[in-house]
């Protein structure tokens, strides 16, 4: 099986710009999460999505906002750029089901590096 | 506020050596996953414990769960340099997001 994949792998902005990544998950691989990581904060859950719906979120700002497709790619969108925004966003997929019980194993993509300047 | 506190931050040991890296929480998880990443790359899953004083073996990585399911160890014996990476552990509560311990730097020198 192929794993995930992300693009862009590399990115750089300017303050106040959006941005979009991509993220395409496992085949059979509903569940979609995105995670923001720093050398500061360390790895920080951004939000799930499950069949197209929002299951989970973390505390980010209404700016970083997602999507997902019946096909289950997901993207995520972040408006209004600060430099704190530079980071690695990672895409996880996993075969966590509906009901949200089995355990939440991710399968992490390799990255969008996003530098703001 | 970590809910999953990782030690030692940093471990800096010669090729050989043997090494243990510890996850702690006061929250109880339903399963403790460990994760290994290398630069520029995004965490790769080893391995998932859900049963209290569960005990894993992969190769020379020995993974255990606590009895009271609140805390993990993570064991290598005799490192080699192909260890070296961030190593990371998350615990799972069902229905919820993981929540990830801050990682543990390993570099394993020859």
């Known amino acids: 099986k192929a794993g995930v994949t992300q693009t862009p792998r590399y990115l750089i902005k300017t303050r106040g710009q959006q941005v979009t990544l991509s993220c395409s998950p496992i085949?059979?691989?509903?569940?979609v999460s995105w995670y923001q990581q720093t050398p500061g904060q360390g790895l920080q859950f951004l939000f799930e999505?499950?069949?197209?719906?929002?299951?989970n979120k973390g505390n980010f700002p209404g700016r970083f906002s997602g999507r997902q497709f019946s096909n289950s790619r997901s993207e995520m969108n972040v408006s209004t750029l600060e430099l704190g925004d530079s980071a690695l966003y990672l895409c996880?997929?996993?075969?966590?089901?509906?009901?949200?019980?089995?355990?939440?194993?991710?399968?992490f993509g390799p990255g969008t590096r996003l530098t703001v300047t | 506020t970590q809910l999953l506190e990782q030690s030692p931050q940093f471990l800096s040991i010669q090729e050989g050596e043997n090494l243990t890296v510890y996850c702690n929480s006061s929250?109880?998880?339903?399963?403790l996953q460990w994760y290994r990443q290398e630069p520029g790359e995004g965490p790769v899953l080893l391995v998932t414990?859900?049963?209290?004083?569960e005990v894993k073996k992969l190769k020379r990585l020995t993974f255990q769960f606590g009895d009271a399911r609140k805390d993990s160890s993570l064991h290598i014996t005799a490192a080699q340099p192909g260890d070296t990476g961030l190593y990371l552990c998350?615990?799972?509560?069902?229905?919820?997001?993981?929540?990830f311990g801050a990682g543990t730097i390993l570099r394993v020198k020859s």
């Open positions: 085949s059979g691989h509903r569940s």
């Open positions: 996880a997929s996993s075969p966590r089901g509906s009901t949200g019980q089995e355990h939440y194993e991710q399968y």
């Open positions: 414990v859900v049963t209290g004083g």
């Open positions: 998350a615990g799972g509560r069902y229905g919820n997001k993981l929540v």
């Open positions: 929250s109880v998880f339903s399963s």
């Open positions: 999505y499950f069949s197209e719906t929002q299951r």
